[in-house]
């Protein structure tokens, strides 16, 4: 045999052994062409290896995954849809997506997650769909929001939800479409933040289900966009800088359009009517102003009264002193005057 011959025969040998290094899982249907791994149901406790590094899409719903460690998708870096919705995961490294750059959608529904750590989608920026619902999350963390600037789509339903973090919910400026039914949500002052970020996100054109009130017992079962602003009225004066902010906000929404469609004002579309709650909430501020103005003017009337009369006070106790101080020296000159004339009618 010659040596070219060899080397032949060595890569003919080799080439299975390469093929084997990235085959598709046994438990999985894999498609080369659409580059599509499926392994639902297959009863996984883990996520399977030898996975191909051009995988796309992985669908891993249905199985029986616990925990998602660091980097466990290490092996397919450019995958754009992964699914592991129905599974039993309880816990997820703050790493465990680290590397997946160009990941778009990502379920995670239908597990037993208690909470996410917020470095969790740190490294991800591309993604639009994050579904989080049938879960048992308390919380999101507010940094979070950070990573998810371009998401279009977030679900939280059906969670153990009873407040939200307001400074998320306006770093998602791309949000299309939110769920959130079915979460035990408390309607006190700790989700007026909520209520005044819904109205802004609706008049903007987004899509919410509902938010049901569960407590207080008196308001259980309604729905918190149309619960009057007058049973927040104790907690208003905390919120109005965030009201204020909305309105400037959508005025300067407002005014852009009119700039950017000025040369034929007769084709702008006709603004939408702000919601009713908001004008109420308008209309309080608006009153809230003018009793404030009023108790500032009775305060500067009081000021002033106190003021002269002060002054007139001291002016009368300065006169009264000196009053006294004169008649005391007319009472010297008199008794000067009384000891002199005894002396003047013994000489005389």
Sequence with gaps: WTGGQTAVVLVCALLPLLSLSHACPKECSCNSNTKVVDCRGQGLYDIPRRLHPDTQELYLQDNRIRGLG???FREIPLVRILDLSNNSITSVSPTALLGLRTLQRLSLAYNSLRELDKRLLGPIRSLSHLDLSHNSLWSLPGAMGDSLRNLSHLGLAHNRLTRMDRSLLEALTRLDSVTLRGNPWRCDCQLIGLKLWLETYLFKGGAVDEVLCYQPEE???RDLQKVPYQLFHAC??????????NIHHLESERLLRG???GSMPECETKQRQRPVNLRHAIAT????GVVCGIVCLMMLAAAVYG???AAIMAKYQRELKKNEELAAVQGADHATADEKEPLENAIA
């Design 70 to 72: 660091s980097m466990a």
């Design 219 to 221: 308001m259980r079962d």
């Design 236 to 245: 208003m004066t905390t919120s109005y800088h965030y009201l204020f902010a």
């Design 259 to 261: 700039h950017t469609h």
């Design 285 to 288: 501020v608006i009153i809230t």
């Design 307 to 309: 003021c002269a009369y």
